[in-house]
């Protein structure tokens, strides 16, 4: 009961009307055929009835039983139509945030470096998100907004909607990516517009973060690998550099040194050598995501991470 | 064995006998029981699976598995309940053992081409198994194989598709053997609007498997030229479209709900005017409402991908014929409920599947509507009332459809009966059990419960707990049922010629047939269901 009736933003009415209408119309149908169905297996039971009645059709009956559902159906088309078609025209005054779709997270780039873990919306302005996926396909789903629409590689996908509720929404990723499908999840959080602004003027610009660091976030590598230690995905990248680890490749088990080529391999062919106790093929290559001079900075950064210690 | 004088009049189980003569089979009823125990077989581990997901969803967080293990659970049980037990399911079981008789012939017209086509499926069965161990990943792509993570991430799409190829290759040959069959073999006299429902029920089937398959051809052919020679179908890195991959998966999977359904409402079109003694109201209605099924349900495909960013035209036309296609369902729904008015109702258990097939289905076919309008299905698009919407029309229609069926012919495929008051009791453990599972996934899809998902958000947590008690009771009388059915083969009493008076023509013949079915084939001179005196009358 948290999000259906409890709708933030313009669309929720019209899209409620529309499940109400439909809902409605659906259970008085399924009440009625239940009734009816139960009413005749017990009014005319054998027990009661020993002698059947021989009719077999009856051509009003079928021209009414087909042309009131006709009807009734196309209502429902209507409404679920009218409902829907606005989504598609985005008002010329809308703020615009490119959305980033990845294994297994959200972000959100307002523009000049300003990228948030979770949606943060001024309330009654409209607002475009405009979807880019990095990898495979992913939905993005507000239920409380009413608004979905898949993240497709190479697809220029957009939604918009105009929040008119203050509060903390859920995000969910709807179109089945991978492992960590299920927690490819954020927020979506509407404040008035003082405090929006406010927010995004203090929000970090990335590039203020080590340069290696801000390349695995915006990659979202730590997703899956941990800068704590904690045994996520992958293996954690805490200590990596220096550090001695057991590896299967297709030749067999090794023995190798995390130096600047292990990382560098590690990004490009993640699959050639799998660290003891992790799975294989759930990383896929970065060798055309990442520019040679970014793999450099990461690998600096590991080497400044261990040095700090 | 060879002087052992049978007591039992040789019919098509006893006269022959021996595993090869089995696996050489070339009688339309034998080569429908080993679909059957093929298909019972892989649904009863697709089952199995089923509820150890539940078990999984019982409570937040890991509960018995891994996410990785849950995401490949998901993917095997959708392949194996889709790919290799409901898409056959009906019609090769129930199509091949009663199909002939029905229309009083000895056999299909191409009794080997038949056997063919049981070993294609076994080939494509296994090969779909395979699919998804070869290489040691484990599976996770989803049944739907959607490019690019399927690609990316699975190796194995080449053949899990070459598996699906091969399955509608079965369906395909399959399909052509029922359409020769039902123009060419009909009894003397049984014109078109003489044929039985349920054949022309198989015979709708029989045009979609026939012309809806070859796409899966295409498709596979395309992305082995993707995989191979990387000219860019698909994958968005090789100048591809990753929608045009769901298009195409859709202009057949879609079609292929109706191969699933089509027979089941055929089924229940056969049992209501048995238990009513009474003709089935409207005849002409439901022969056309299927054939309109056939035809216009190879228009609506897209309405399984209005969140994909398909054009704003695509989206309303797509919108607009999926509420076109409701119509012929809501006729034969109307002329089920007729054909009971006014009979002299028997509440056995075939009936009592029959009805609960129309209210499962009612249920499942009320919520496609809400899937069909464009506004609401964007807000429940891929969660779980989608989940709880096609479990609702393919376990409670065909699933349902198959246990009326298995619980109608019963008798005449073995020449023993069930035991009536234990079937009754599994259906009730089975009715339940279904409704407290797929229920509330309506609701939490409504709330925003999206689907595969591993876990959950705390909201949903009440929600998913009354489900898996619900997959509980309902794997009890999935079992209770199968116990029933399977005890009684050879312990069950004798069963008579014609235990529920029914009036096609598979009554007519002994329980179990013979191996050619008739004797002298019948000619037919009247409409398929007259009951002039129905025995019940008061004399």
Same mark, same amino acid.
């Given at each position: 009961m948290t999000t259906m009736f409890s709708?933030?933003?313009?669309f929720a009415e019209s899209v409620d009307r529309a499940f109400i209408f439909i809902f409605a119309i659906s259970f008085i149908f399924t009440i009625g055929i239940t009734v009816a169905m139960i009413y005749i297996v017990i009014h005319f039971s054998r027990k009661k009835n020993k002698n059947p009645q021989q009719f077999s059709g009856n051509v009003p009956l079928e021209i009414i039983w087909t042309v009131v559902p006709l009807i009734l159906v196309l209502f429902m088309f209507y409404y679920g139509w009218v409902a829907f078609a606005?989504?598609?025209?985005?008002?010329?005054?809308s703020m615009q945030v490119k959305v980033i779709g990845r294994m297994w997270s959200w972000s959100f780039d307002y523009g000049?470096?300003?990228?948030?873990?979770d949606l943060v919306v001024p309330l009654d302005r409209n607002v475009k998100l405009n979807l880019f996926s990095e990898d495979v396909n992913h939905g993005l789903f507000i239920p409380a907004f009413r608004v979905k629409e898949d993240v497709i590689p190479g697809y220029n996908n957009y939604l918009w909607f105009q929040p008119i509720a203050k509060g903390k929404y859920d995000i969910y990723c709807t179109e089945y990516c991978g492992l960590a499908h299920s927690a490819m999840v954020a927020k979506a959080i509407v404040v008035d517009s003082l405090e929006f602004k406010t927010w995004l003027a203090d929000?970090?610009?990335?590039?203020?973060?080590?340069p290696g660091m801000a390349i695995l976030k915006a990659n979202a590598c730590?997703?899956?690998?941990?800068i704590d230690g904690t045994k996520v995905? $992958?293996?954690?990248?805490?200590?990596?550099?220096?550090a001695k680890r057991m590896v299967l490749t297709d030749q067999g088990e090794k023995e190798v040194e995390a130096n600047a080529d292990y990382i560098k391999r590690a990004i490009i062919d993640p699959n050639g050598e799998i660290v003891k106790g992790y799975n294989k093929g759930l990383m896929q290559s970065y060798k055309d995501v990442l520019k040679a001079e970014d793999i450099d900075k990461i690998v600096d950064y590991f080497k400044k991470a261990s040095e700090q210690k | 064995m060879n002087n052992q004088v049978s007591a039992?009049?040789?019919n098509y189980l006893n006269h022959k006998t021996g595993l090869w003569s089995w696996l050489t089979a070339t009688d339309h009823k034998r080569i429908g029981l080993l679909y059957l125990y093929a298909i019972t077989t892989f649904f009863l581990t697709a089952a199995v699976l089923g509820l150890l997901m539940k078990i999984e969803k019982s409570?937040?967080?890991?509960?018995?598995?891994?996410a990785q293990t849950y995401n490949a659970m998901f993917t095997l049980h959708g392949i194996i309940m889709i790919?290799?037990?409901?898409?056959?399911g009906l019609a090769a079981v129930f199509g091949n053992i009663c199909l002939p008789i029905m229309i009083g012939a000895?056999?299909?017209?191409?009794p080997k081409l038949n056997l063919f086509s049981f070993y294609v499926y076994i080939t494509g069965a296994c090969l779909g198994l395979y699919s998804q161990f070869a290489h040691g990943h484990s599976p996770?792509?989803?049944?739907?194989?959607?490019?690019p993570y399927s690609a990316e991430v699975n190796s194995n799409i080449i053949l899990a598709l070459l598996a699906a190829f091969t399955l509608g290759f079965a369906s395909i040959l399959t399909g052509l053997n029922f359409i020769v069959t039902i123009h060419r073999m009909?009894?003397?006299?049984?014109t078109w609007f003489r044929m039985p429902l349920f054949p022309w029920s198989l015979y709708a089937t029989a045009w979609i498997q026939l012309l809806a398959t070859p796409v899966v051809g295409i498709t596979l052919l395309m992305v082995i030229a993707e995989r191979?020679?990387?000219?860019?179908?698909?994958d968005p890195k090789l100048g591809g479209d990753p929608v045009l991959y769901q298009h195409l998966f859709w202009i057949y999977s879609h079609p292929a709900v109706y191969v699933m359904i089509l027979p089941a409402m055929g089924v229940v079109t056969e049992i209501f005017p048995t238990f009513s003694q009474k003709p089935v109201f409207g005849y002409l209605p439901i022969v056309f409402s299927s054939l309109a099924i056939a035809l216009v $349900? =190879?228009?609506?495909?897209?309405h399984h991908m209005?969140?994909?960013?398909?054009s704003y035209e695509s989206r309303w036309f797509f919108s607009f014929i999926t509420f076109l296609v409701a119509i012929p369902s809501a006729i034969k729904v109307f002329n089920w409920l007729s054909t009971m008015y006014g009979g002299s109702v028997d509440l056995q258990p075939p009936l009592l599947y029959a009805i609960s097939f129309i209210f499962l289905f009612t249920i499942g076919g009320f919520t496609g509507l809400t899937l069909g309008a464009v506004a609401t299905d964007i807000h429940v698009?891929?969660?779980d009332f989608v989940v709880a919407h096609f479990h609702y029309i393919i376990f409670g229609g065909m699933g349902f459809g198959f246990f009326a069926a298995m619980h109608y012919w019963y008798p005449k495929i073995y020449g023993t009966m069930y035991h009536i008051k234990w079937a009754k009791i599994a259906w009730g453990f089975l009715f339940t059990g279904f409704n407290v599972l797929y229920f509330p996934m309506f609701i939490m899809g409504i709330q $925003?419960?999206?689907?595969? =998902? =591993?876990d959950y958000d705390p909201k949903f947590q009440l929600g998913q707990t009354i489900s898996s008690v619900g997959a509980v009771i309902l794997f009890v009388g999935l079992i209770a049922m199968i116990a029933n059915l399977v005890y009684h083969v050879r312990r069950g009493a004798k069963a008579p010629a014609n235990p529920w008076h029914?009036?096609?023509?598979?009554?007519?013949?002994?329980?179990?047939?013979?191996?050619?079915?008739?004797?002298e084939i019948p000619v037919i001179t009247r409409e398929p269901y007259v009951f002039d005196n129905p025995y019940t009358k008061e004399k």
């Open positions: 709708g933030a933003s313009n606005p989504m598609r025209k985005v008002p010329q005054n000049n470096g300003k990228i948030s873990p929000l970090k610009v990335v590039s203020n973060d080590d730590i997703t899956c690998h941990s995905i $992958g293996p954690s990248f805490k200590g990596l550099y220096g | 039992e009049p040789l409570t937040i967080g890991p509960t018995i598995m891994t790919f290799i037990v409901v898409i056959p000895k056999d299909v017209a191409f996770d792509a989803g049944w739907t194989f959607y490019v009909r009894a003397p006299g049984m191979t020679l990387h000219v860019g179908f698909f $349900g =190879y228009f609506v495909w897209g209005f969140t994909s960013g398909m698009h891929n969660t $925003g419960m999206p689907r595969r =998902y =591993y029914g009036v096609t023509l598979e009554w007519q013949v002994p329980s179990p047939p013979p191996h050619e079915n008739f004797d």
